[in-house]
């Protein structure tokens, strides 16, 4: 298997711009997390669904951030407008319904300018 | 929510040492992982374990689920090793909501 998919790697962007974040969670995998990381904020889950169903977005910092699971291998976050301090490194994981561990991907490394 | 405090923060190897990470946690939990950063920032997964203990080659783990901790053991480690390890926690009805510490930074020197 190919593992969780993140695209783009790296992305550069000025502040105000909307930004997209693409996933495709292992396949099979029935949960999808989105997280961020930041040197003062550490890893933070923003949301994660259960076969397409948005379960938990308490960590959506704001409602400049939202996400979509529109199937079971595809979800995007998007950010609109974005801001500096949305600068992170945003990163999708998936798990499987029964199981307990959580797959990451590499990661999309945000700059907002 | 749960509190998650990992000790030390910084930690500096010589090839060969042993080593164990420390993870304290504020409330009970069902979900307890243990993940390596390597330096190029990919996550992996060393460990599932809201309790008990297992191995993994150079690797162990255990978690005191009534005392609120978990030990992360390296032994003989290598530079490979280098990196951040989080210890990651969930409990009560949040069972996927994993909220991670802010990690134990390695560095094993050759």
């Known amino acids: 298997d190919a593992g969780v998919i993140q695209s783009p790697r790296h992305e550069v962007t000025e502040m105000g711009q909307e930004v997209t974040l693409r996933c495709k969670p292992i396949s099979g995998h029935d949960y999808l997390f989105w997280y961020r990381q930041t040197m003062m904020r550490g890893l933070e889950l923003l949301i994660y669904f259960n076969n397409n169903v948005p379960i938990d977005d308490s960590g959506m910092p704001e409602d400049r951030f939202s996400a979509k699971m529109p199937n079971a291998s595809f979800s995007t976050l998007k950010i609109q407008p974005s801001e500096p301090r949305d600068s992170a490194v945003y990163f999708c994981?998936?798990?499987?319904?029964?199981?307990?561990?959580?797959?990451f991907g590499p990661g999309t490394r945000l700059l907002v300018l | 929510g749960i509190q998650v405090e990992q000790s030390p923060p910084d930690l500096i190897l010589q090839e060969g040492a042993n080593s164990t990470l420390r993870c304290n946690f504020s409330d009970s939990v069902n979900n307890l992982q243990w993940f390596h950063q390597n330096p190029w920032g990919q996550l992996i997964n060393l460990f599932y374990i809201p309790s008990g203990t297992k191995q993994n080659g150079r690797l162990s783990a255990t978690t005191v689920a009534t005392e609120r901790y978990s030990l992360l053991y390296i032994s003989s480690s290598q530079t490979t090793d280098s990196g951040v390890y989080f210890c990651?926690?969930?409990?009560?009805?949040?069972?996927?909501?994993?909220?991670f510490g802010q990690g134990t930074i390695l560095t094993v020197h050759p």
């Open positions: 990651a926690v969930a409990g009560g009805t949040s069972y996927g909501k994993l909220t």
């Open positions: 994981a998936s798990r499987p319904g029964g199981g307990e561990t959580q797959y």
